[in-house]
C-alpha cells in the first residue's frame, strides 16, 4: 500500500453499533464513510431506555466494556451537546428473596464496582418515587449513566460528521458487497479497504445464508413513555423491580437466584413467559421511560399486545409513586440476539469485511468498549 494513502472505512448502519465503530476507526485513523438505509437512526438504538448499565453486566470483557462505553459517553455528550445524567441505579427489594440476591451480589463484586446495600430509609432519600410500603433494601449502583436514545443517537451522527470528518450518506441502502465495494443504487459503488457491517437488518440481507446459518435470533420488546411529571419533579436513579436480577448477566452468578426464579415461576409465570421484567429511567424533559417484554423467534409480530403494556405497567405501580402515570407514547424495538450466550457477534464473511452485530439489547452499553476491542 502507498505509504501515504490514508485507509478507508465503510460502515453500514448509524445506529449506536455503527456510530461506535465510525468513532474507533476514526481513532485508528481510517477515513470513514457510514451508510444509513434510512434518512436517521430510527431502529433499536433510539426505542431504549438510554441507560448505560454496568450494573447489569457479568465480570470480564462485559464489565470492562461497559464502564469504558460509560467513559465514552461522558466524553462524547459534552462534545455533542448531549443531555446527559450519571444518576447510577436502584434495584428494588421488597421480598427475602429478592434482598439476598442482591446482597450476594454486593459480596461477588463490592470490591470492583461501586455498589452496596442499602435500607429503606436509605433507599427513600436516594428517590421519592420508589415506594415504601413493605420495601426492604435496595441494591444502589452508583455507576449508571442515563441519556434520551432519541436524541443522543442523532447527535452523535452530527457530532462525528461535524468534529471528526465522518461522511454519513443517508436514505442510501447497500445492495451488495463485492471484491472490497459497497454497492447502492443503480450501478453506485464505493471501495475501501474495510467495510464494516452493523446493521442487523443489513447483515441479514447482505449475507442471508451466514445469517441463517449462525445461533442468532431476534429480539421484540415493548416500551412505554410517560408524561414529564409536573413541576419538574424528578424521580432520582432508574428503579427496578426484582424481575430485573432474573434478566441481567451479573445476578445470574449469585446462588440466591435460583430460588428467586422458582418463585416467579410460580407465582409470575405470565411476566416470565413474555420476558417482562419492569425498570423506569427519567429524561430531561422529565418523562419517564418504562418497559419492557422480550419476545424472541425470527418473525416478530409486528403488533403490540396491550396485555403486556397492562402486565409491565401493573407492576411499575407495586414498586414505584410518581405524580403522574398518564401514557404519552408506546413502541416496539427489534434487535438481534444471540443464541449461544454470547454478548456479540464478530465475523467475517468475505477479505476486508467484518460484521460487528447482535449486542442482544446491550448497544448503549458496549459499543464503546467494544468496538475499540475489535482489530480493525
Same mark, same amino acid.
Given at each position: 500500500?502507498?505509504?501515504?494513502?490514508?485507509?478507508?472505512?465503510?460502515?453500514?448502519?448509524?445506529?449506536?453499533?455503527?456510530?461506535?465503530?465510525?468513532?474507533?476507526?476514526?481513532?485508528?485513523?481510517?477515513?470513514?464513510?457510514?451508510?444509513?438505509?434510512?434518512?436517521?437512526?430510527?431502529?433499536?438504538?433510539?426505542?431504549? #431506555?438510554?441507560?448505560?448499565?454496568?450494573?447489569?453486566?457479568?465480570?470480564?470483557?462485559?464489565?470492562?466494556?461497559?464502564?469504558?462505553?460509560?467513559?465514552?459517553?461522558?466524553?462524547?455528550?459534552?462534545?455533542?451537546?448531549?443531555?446527559?445524567?450519571?444518576?447510577?441505579?436502584?434495584?428494588?427489594?421488597?421480598?427475602?428473596?429478592?434482598?439476598?440476591?442482591?446482597?450476594? !451480589?454486593?459480596?461477588?463484586?463490592?470490591?470492583?464496582?461501586?455498589?452496596?446495600?442499602?435500607?429503606?430509609?436509605?433507599?427513600?432519600?436516594?428517590?421519592?418515587? $420508589?415506594?415504601?410500603?413493605?420495601?426492604?433494601?435496595?441494591?444502589?449502583?452508583?455507576?449508571?449513566?442515563?441519556?434520551?436514545?432519541?436524541?443522543?443517537?442523532?447527535?452523535?451522527?452530527? !457530532?462525528?460528521?461535524?468534529?471528526?470528518?465522518?461522511?454519513?450518506?443517508?436514505?442510501?441502502?447497500?445492495?451488495?458487497?463485492?471484491?472490497?465495494?459497497?454497492? !447502492?443504487?443503480?450501478?453506485?459503488?464505493?471501495?475501501?479497504?474495510?467495510?464494516?457491517?452493523?446493521?442487523?437488518?443489513?447483515?441479514?440481507?447482505?449475507?442471508?445464508?451466514? #445469517?441463517?446459518?449462525?445461533?442468532?435470533?431476534?429480539?421484540?420488546?415493548?416500551?412505554?413513555?410517560?408524561?414529564?411529571?409536573?413541576?419538574? %419533579?424528578?424521580?432520582?436513579?432508574?428503579?427496578?423491580?426484582?424481575?430485573?436480577?432474573?434478566?441481567?448477566?451479573? #445476578?445470574?452468578?449469585?446462588?440466591?437466584?435460583? $430460588?428467586?426464579?422458582?418463585?416467579?415461576?410460580?407465582?409470575?409465570?405470565?411476566?416470565?413467559?413474555?420476558?417482562?421484567?419492569? =425498570?423506569?429511567?427519567?429524561?430531561?424533559?422529565?418523562?419517564?421511560?418504562?418497559?419492557?417484554?422480550?419476545?424472541?423467534? +425470527?418473525?416478530?409480530? +409486528?403488533?403490540?399486545?396491550?396485555?403486556?403494556?397492562?402486565?409491565?405497567?401493573?407492576?411499575?405501580?407495586?414498586?414505584?409513586?410518581?405524580?403522574?402515570?398518564?401514557?404519552?407514547?408506546? %413502541?416496539?424495538?427489534? !434487535?438481534?440476539? =444471540?443464541?449461544?450466550?454470547?454478548?456479540?457477534?464478530?465475523?467475517?464473511?468475505?477479505?476486508?469485511?467484518?460484521?460487528?452485530?447482535?449486542?442482544?439489547?446491550?448497544? =448503549?452499553?458496549?459499543?464503546?468498549?467494544?468496538?475499540?476491542?475489535?482489530?480493525?
Amino acid at each position: 500500500m502507498n505509504q501515504n494513502h490514508q485507509k478507508t472505512a465503510v460502515v453500514i448502519g448509524a445506529g449506536i453499533v455503527g456510530l461506535a465503530s465510525a468513532r474507533a476507526l476514526v481513532n485508528k485513523g481510517y477515513r470513514v464513510t457510514v451508510y444509513e438505509r434510512h434518512a436517521r437512526p430510527v431502529g433499536a438504538s433510539i426505542r431504549n #431506555f438510554g441507560m448505560i448499565w454496568p450494573v447489569g453486566q457479568p465480570a470480564g470483557e462485559s464489565y470492562q466494556w461497559a464502564m469504558h462505553t460509560r467513559e465514552v459517553w461522558k466524553d462524547v455528550c459534552l462534545k455533542a451537546n448531549i443531555w446527559h445524567e450519571p444518576t447510577g441505579s436502584l434495584h428494588l427489594a421488597y421480598s427475602e428473596l429478592e434482598l439476598a440476591v442482591m446482597e450476594e !451480589y454486593v459480596a461477588l463484586y463490592g470490591k470492583e464496582r461501586d455498589c452496596r446495600i442499602l435500607t429503606a430509609g436509605e433507599t427513600a432519600l436516594k428517590s421519592p418515587a $420508589a415506594n415504601r410500603s413493605g420495601l426492604k433494601g435496595a441494591l444502589w449502583s452508583a455507576e449508571e449513566l442515563i441519556v434520551d436514545p432519541r436524541e443522543a443517537v442523532g447527535k452523535i451522527a452530527a !457530532y462525528l460528521e461535524e468534529q471528526e470528518g465522518v461522511v454519513f450518506r443517508w436514505n442510501t441502502c447497500i445492495n451488495r458487497i463485492a471484491e472490497s465495494a459497497v454497492y !447502492y443504487g443503480a450501478d453506485e459503488s464505493q471501495q475501501a479497504d474495510l467495510i464494516v457491517v452493523c446493521s442487523g437488518a443489513d447483515f441479514e440481507t447482505l449475507y442471508p445464508d451466514l #445469517f441463517a446459518g449462525l445461533p442468532i435470533t431476534k429480539c421484540k420488546l415493548q416500551m412505554m413513555r410517560l408524561v414529564a411529571q409536573p413541576d419538574s %419533579w424528578r424521580i432520582g436513579p432508574p428503579l427496578c423491580g426484582g424481575l430485573s436480577l432474573l434478566h441481567y448477566g451479573s #445476578f445470574q452468578a449469585t446462588a440466591a437466584v435460583t $430460588a428467586l426464579r422458582e418463585r416467579a415461576e410460580n407465582e409470575m409465570s405470565e411476566y416470565l413467559k413474555w420476558g417482562i421484567h419492569v =425498570m423506569v429511567s427519567q429524561q430531561g424533559s422529565g418523562e419517564l421511560t418504562i418497559g419492557d417484554s422480550h419476545e424472541y423467534g +425470527p418473525c416478530p409480530d +409486528p403488533f403490540d399486545k396491550q396485555y403486556i403494556n397492562d402486565l409491565v405497567m401493573d407492576y411499575l405501580k407495586k414498586f414505584t409513586q410518581f405524580k403522574d402515570y398518564r401514557l404519552s407514547a408506546s %413502541w416496539n424495538g427489534i !434487535y438481534a440476539k =444471540m443464541t449461544n450466550g454470547k454478548n456479540h457477534l464478530l465475523q467475517q464473511p468475505d477479505e476486508n469485511v467484518i460484521v460487528l452485530n447482535a449486542l442482544g439489547g446491550a448497544g =448503549m452499553t458496549l459499543s464503546f468498549g467494544l468496538a475499540e476491542s475489535v482489530d480493525f
